[in-house]
């Protein structure tokens, strides 16, 4: 079955770090580039960072610039997100998703994975 | 960045009838070089990840059923639900990907009137 299962979420207090995985099964995740997209609770979504197939190339939403890293093991068909400086803002639902080989629409989505940060 | 903005903010269409939403970018999302559009639609249901439905504008994603469809091009953009079933409650969104920040409309919520 193709899927995304995103882990790692949980609750942080401000200034704090946290690191999110993503596992990736039932295609060629070394193909792909991917992505992560939050969504804060009751709002839209919101793209927040981009890594290509072999790593090599990272994009990222302003907000996140410094604070945020995007990497990958193709090895392990895994994502992962590590998270520092961490503010009430960045609490949402995180969303693994990988981008169409054709474009950048996002073809496939993972079901999230929920970080608050609060004291 | 590109603003992408949708209307309406919500939606309440009857059962069998047809469901307009629109999406307004704040600069063109149409290569030049390729005439495609970079817009692509996606439906939320609550409690679920985004689906993607339609991408390139108007090439509908396999196994979404025909009776969506999208059209436009440059700057806007319709999502088109011939015939609204029950199980197209949601929350619709667009986004371009024309340019990083990739950015996503602000949703349309469709509910049955």
């Known amino acids: 079955e193709v899927q995304l299962v995103e882990s790692g979420g949980g609750l942080v207090q401000p200034g704090g770090s946290l690191r999110l995985s993503c596992a990736a099964s039932?295609?060629?995740?070394?193909?792909?580039?991917m992505s992560w997209v939050r969504q804060a609770p009751g709002k839209g979504l919101e793209w927040v960072t981009n890594i290509k197939e072999d790593g090599s190339e990272k994009y990222y939403v302003d907000s996140v610039k410094g604070r945020f890293t995007i990497s990958r093991d193709n090895a392990k068909n895994s994502l992962y997100l590590q998270m520092k400086s961490l503010r009430a803002e960045d609490t949402a639902i995180y969303y693994c998703a990988s981008l169409a080989g054709t474009g950048w629409y996002f073809d496939l989505w993972g079901r999230g994975t929920l970080v608050s940060v609060s004291s | 960045d590109i603003v992408v903005t949708q209307s309406p903010d919500s939606l309440a269409v009857s059962l069998g009838e047809r469901a307009t939403i629109n999406c307004k970018s704040s600069?063109?999302?149409?290569?030049?070089?390729?005439?495609?559009?970079?817009l692509a639609w996606y439906q939320q249901k609550p409690g679920q990840p985004p689906k993607l439905l339609i991408y390139w504008a108007s090439t509908r994603e396999s196994g979404v059923p025909d009776r969506f469809s999208g059209s436009g091009s440059g700057t806007d953009f319709t999502l088109t639900i011939s015939s609204l079933q029950a199980e197209d409650v949601a929350v619709y969104y667009c986004q371009q990907y024309y340019s990083t920040p990739y950015t996503f409309g602000q949703g349309t919520k469709l509910e049955i009137k």
């Open positions: 600069q063109t999302v149409l290569y030049s070089s390729n005439y495609k559009n970079y």
């Open positions: 039932g295609f060629t995740f070394s193909s792909h580039w």
